[in-house]
């Protein structure tokens, strides 16, 4: 993202790109929560599968654009869940076509409880601005090295703030134990996807660098997450 003559800001089809591919798989990640499927012995969200990516994405926004461009991007995903759960309620309320029999299918998905959308919004900001906030902070104290060890521990600490927010929310009255089981396998599965994933990862962003020429540390700015049209 660049600033024109005019004073005005530009942004570049590759930053466009991440932010279009982090909002469809945050709301991607929503609607698959509904599917439930065993890992061996465990039961997990089908939001697993696809969640983690938009943490990925997230480090690399903030590795080469800088926490002020990731701080929009995550307000952007923030706005557009929000729309698509508002809407989704609107769509369940319109009468249905006689012939249609996918009512209770359509509700089963989109029907979700309020509190567990409150939940899953609060979680995704706080554990996304957390992520990136860590990333940030972390990349100028280490002069830019160490991008693996930085991405897997911006991933911890985010991850780690979700749960703590979505489950209690989510889940409550829900025994402690099994409430701290479930948390610790989501936070340990999703981490070791970034893991798995972080030689691709590790080539996004020295492309990205290179293609942008840009390389962004974030020294001397505010990291208020309300601030978000300082760019």
């Not at 570049?12 to 991440?18: D, G, P, R």
């Not at 982090?22 to 990640?29: D, H, R």
Request: charged fraction near 15%; proline fraction near 3%; charge should be positive.
């Amino acid at each position: 993202m660049k600033q024109n003559a005019d004073g005005g800001h530009t942004v570049s089809v590759s930053f466009m790109l991440m932010a279009i591919v982090f909002n469809v798989c945050l709301i991607a990640s929503n609607l698959f929560e509904t599917k439930l499927f065993m890992a061996g012995t465990l039961a997990l969200t089908g939001g697993v599968i696809i969640f983690p990516v938009s943490y990925i994405i997230n480090d690399c926004l903030v590795e080469v654009y800088g926490y002020r461009k990731a701080r929009l991007v995550i307000w952007t995903g923030f706005v557009m869940n929000f729309f698509i759960v508002a809407t989704a309620q609107i769509v369940r309320l319109l009468p249905a076509a006689p012939f249609w029999d996918g009512g209770p299918h359509f509700d089963y998905v989109f029907a979700m409880a309020p509190r567990v959308t409150l939940a899953s919004m609060l979680a995704f900001f706080c554990g996304s601005t957390v992520n990136a906030w860590i990333m940030s902070r972390m990349k100028v104290a280490s002069g830019g090295r160490r991008f693996s060890v930085r991405a897997i521990v911006s991933s911890i600490g985010g991850e780690t703030v979700d749960s703590l927010i979505f489950f209690p929310i989510a889940f409550f009255g829900l025994a402690a134990r099994e409430m701290i089981t479930l948390m610790i396998t989501q936070i340990v599965l999703k981490t070791l996807y970034e893991i798995i994933i972080l030689p691709v990862t590790n080539v996004v962003v020295r492309r990205l660098k290179k293609f942008e020429n840009l390389d962004t540390f974030d020294k001397s700015i505010s990291y208020n997450p309300f601030r978000i049209f300082d760019l």
